[in-house]
């Protein structure tokens, strides 16, 4: 956590750098004292600076005052930087700042899988949105060495499989919940999302490679593949109980079948069992801890039909599974399995200040925070994935094109 008075050190680092690279420390000044409410800097303190005979001078005359001054400060000169046309000056301090709003985000579950009014809260809740000049944008929406190009009105597509009535296996009840928060959450994030429901391992297989051809992926900054149904060790499951490999699917997207998509990222959000295993935790007999089936509805797994692991050597996919190779995976009936419930809750709130990457490892250590029963023992699982990501991608919420507001939040 941040120390109060933390920003002071930022300045303090970048001392020398502002004394050398403000252009005009008297608009930073002006900016200071007349566009901020209460002024950061008073009139009095706008003329000493104004009194010193170099830039160099002004500049450190206006430090010094600032660091004499309030919390209000980075977020305020952060501005007045950006607003002054200092946008190097602008870039030292928005690290400080996102790791602050990263701080005070605040909207973690109490527990997993979350209380009924905390998941209802969060279902009405929409993405948290950038502002243009926000620091993550300024900081990482043109960084194009290390940041994932996200500038499209139309980010992509999410082509999203729903199976859910099976000829034979259990019937994935609480499977829509998932499907329709997705799809919400995803047209937040400016995708367009196509759903298939129930289909079998030909058709899954067949519709994935008619939207690896299609005019669809094409003009994108990035391609979304989301399936949810039963899954074994082999691979994830059509209705028909048959398996189809990940790899297979994957396949379809790499650049010599989907040149459209060559260098940009390739997303697999994987919801089914890997395998039979239940990692067990604590016999019942030994806690005092309630089951695992909060506001009632209970769990189900994604059961069992057995793939090798699935390891990718090409760039630019992540591959991210609700539960490890060879265990099972849980999902609530009245609410959705534990791993897509997770990406939504996060993705909702986090999206606008880190990237997939560390978003997916706080969807791991929340899913890891969950307990399913049996009626005897408790159960736990987590979920990993596997990337090939050479840059950051972050979904830039709210903003397209050259930092203009998104159509969609007008």
């Known amino acids: 956590m941040a120390r109060e008075d933390a920003w002071k050190d930022c300045i303090r680092r970048n001392y020398s750098f502002f004394k050398n690279n403000i252009a005009d420390p008297l608009d930073v000044a002006e900016y200071l004292f007349g566009e901020t409410t209460p002024p950061i800097i008073t009139d009095n303190q706008k003329e000493m600076v104004k009194a010193e005979?170099?830039?160099?001078?002004?500049?450190?005359?206006?430090?010094?005052?600032?660091?004499?001054?309030?919390?209000?400060?980075?977020?305020?000169?952060?501005?007045a930087f950006v607003e002054t046309d200092n946008p190097d000056c602008a870039d030292k301090i928005a690290p400080y700042l996102i790791q602050l709003e990263k701080q005070a985000l605040g909207k973690d579950p109490s527990e997993w899988p979350p209380l009924r009014d905390e998941h209802k809260s969060m279902i009405k809740d929409h993405v948290t949105y950038l502002k243009p000049n926000d620091p993550c944008?300024?900081?990482?929406?043109?960084?194009?060495?290390?940041?994932?190009?996200?500038?499209?009105?139309?980010?992509?597509?999410?082509?999203?499989?729903?199976?859910?009535?099976?000829?034979?296996?259990?019937?994935?009840?609480?499977?829509?919940?998932?499907?329709?928060?997705?799809?919400?959450?995803?047209?937040?994030?400016?995708?367009?999302?196509?759903?298939?429901?129930?289909?079998?391992?030909?058709?899954?297989?067949?519709?994935?490679?008619?939207?690896?051809?299609?005019?669809?992926?094409?003009?994108?900054?990035?391609?979304?593949?989301?399936?949810?149904?039963?899954?074994?060790?082999?691979?994830?499951?059509?209705?028909?109980?048959?398996?189809?490999?990940?790899?297979?699917?994957?396949?379809?997207?790499?650049?010599?079948?989907?040149?459209?998509?060559?260098?940009?990222?390739?997303?697999?959000?994987?919801?089914?069992?890997?395998?039979?295993?239940?990692?067990?935790?604590?016999?019942?007999?030994q806690s005092g801890d309630a089951p695992s089936q909060p506001d009632g509805g209970g769990d189900q797994i994604d059961a069992n039909i057995s793939a090798t692991a699935t390891v990718h050597s090409k760039a630019d996919f992540l591959i991210a599974y609700s539960t490890p190779e060879g265990s099972l995976s849980w999902r609530k009936t009245?609410?959705?399995?534990?791993?897509?419930?997770?990406?939504?809750?996060?993705?909702?709130?986090?999206?606008?200040?880190?990237?997939?990457?560390?978003?997916?490892?706080?969807?791991?250590?929340?899913?890891?925070?969950?307990?399913?029963?049996?009626?005897?023992?408790?159960?736990?699982?987590?979920?990993?994935?596997?990337?090939?990501?050479?840059?950051?991608?972050?979904?830039?919420?709210?903003?397209?094109a050259n930092k203009a507001v998104h159509p969609s939040c007008i």
């Open 53 to 79: 005979r170099t830039t160099s001078k002004k500049v450190g005359k206006m430090l010094d005052i600032l660091m004499k001054r309030g919390p209000r400060v980075p977020q305020h000169l952060y501005r």
């Open 334 to 400: 009245d609410a959705g399995s534990w791993f897509m419930q997770a990406i939504v809750w996060i993705f909702k709130y986090e999206s606008h200040l880190k990237d997939l990457v560390e978003m997916l490892g706080k969807v791991n250590n929340v899913v890891s925070k969950g307990k399913a029963t049996d009626g005897q023992t408790h159960f736990v699982t987590v979920s990993n994935f596997n990337s090939s990501l050479r840059k950051k991608l972050y979904f830039f919420p709210g903003i397209y």
């Open 137 to 285: 944008c300024y900081l990482q929406y043109a960084n194009d060495n290390e940041v994932y190009s996200m500038r499209r009105e139309r980010r992509g597509l999410v082509f999203l499989i729903n199976n859910e009535q099976f000829y034979e296996l259990q019937r994935r009840d609480g499977t829509r919940f998932d499907r329709d928060y997705l799809k919400s959450l995803f047209i937040d994030l400016h995708f367009e999302v196509e759903v298939e429901n129930d289909l079998t391992a030909k058709e899954i297989t067949e519709k994935t490679r008619f939207i690896s051809r299609s005019d669809k992926v094409k003009d994108s900054d990035c391609f979304i593949f989301i399936i949810l149904t039963h899954g074994d060790e082999k691979g994830v499951c059509g209705i028909d109980g048959i398996s189809v490999p990940v790899t297979t699917l994957t396949e379809m997207f790499e650049p010599n079948n989907c040149p459209e998509l060559n260098e940009k990222p390739k997303i697999f959000l994987i919801q089914a069992c890997r395998g039979d295993k239940k990692e067990m935790v604590i016999p019942m007999e």
